[in-house]
T-cell receptor
Framework: DVKVTQSSRYLVKRTGEKVFLECVQD?????MFWYRQDPGLGLRLIYF???????EKGDIPEGYSVSREKKERFSLILESASTNQTSMYLC??????????????FGPGTRLTVL | AQSVTQLGSHVSVSEGALVLLRCNYS??????LFWYVQYPNQGLQLLLK??????LVKGINGFEAEFKKSETSFHLTKPSAHMSDAAEYFC?????????FGSGTQLTVLP
């Protein structure tokens, strides 16, 4: 079974803090994604990576950065957390570089609260 | 640009009744379409996907969806709702490397 794990289920941070959200997948997938989920807005793509050290901006990259130093790990970084970044963050992975109809596998999510 | 519209942010059905969750898409080329389900406090799980092989797609837990190009729709159905179907459902479309999700439909199943 594919497993995508996220470092924390719940996280509380203060405005201005640097926040790291970690995601690890165990199926050697090429592609990894970070989404944020907000009520009434569905999932919105922040960043994705299709290879080690490669990244592309999604729909809402402002205020975020990412790092992918190893194939299995994809980190989301909030350089200076703000209250409007309070949200549920979901990580996903998918096999196949150009095969976009493959299933994305999701982690359980990290609920981040910024005070 | 591709987009997905889910009509109805909340749908309630009685146990045993038909479930119908609506999804319309916008795409300039033939799309790949997905339905995902999210149970409380969990990540998303794939229910089914359309990849142009067949217009009627069967998924897990008794769900199915029909791709209708003329209506640009991909509605999700289940003949008989079960209490365990209570969850949030997301329709998604992809053309390139990323998925675009709808805003979601919360399904409530009444006893």
């Amino acid at each position: 079974d594919v497993k995508v794990t996220q470092s924390s289920r719940y996280l509380v941070k203060r405005t201005g803090e640097k926040v790291f959200l970690e995601c690890v997948q165990d199926m050697d997938h090429e592609n990894m994604f970070w989404y944020r989920q907000d009520p009434g807005l569905g999932l919105r793509l922040i960043y994705f990576s299709y290879d080690v050290k490669m990244k592309e901006k999604g729909d809402i990259p402002e205020g975020y950065s990412v790092s992918r130093e190893k194939k299995e790990r994809f980190s989301l970084i909030l350089e200076s957390a703000s209250t409007n970044q309070t949200s549920m963050y979901l990580c996903a992975s998918r096999s196949g570089l150009l095969v976009s109809y493959n299933e994305q596998f999701f982690g359980p999510g990290t609920r981040l609260t910024v005070l | 640009a591709q987009s997905v519209t889910q009509l109805g942010s909340h749908v309630s059905v009685s146990e045993g009744a038909l479930v119908l969750l609506r999804c319309n898409y916008s795409s300039s080329v033939p799309p790949y379409l997905f339905w995902y389900v999210q149970y409380p406090n969990q990540g998303l799980q794939l229910l089914l996907k359309y990849t142009s092989a067949a217009t009627l797609v069967k998924g897990i837990n008794g769900f199915e969806a029909e791709f209708k190009k003329s209506e640009t729709s991909f509605h999700l159905t289940k003949p008989s709702a079960h209490m365990s179907d209570a969850a949030e459902y997301f329709c998604a479309v992809t053309q390139a490397r990323q998925l675009t999700f709808g805003s979601g439909t919360q399904l409530t199943v009444l006893p």
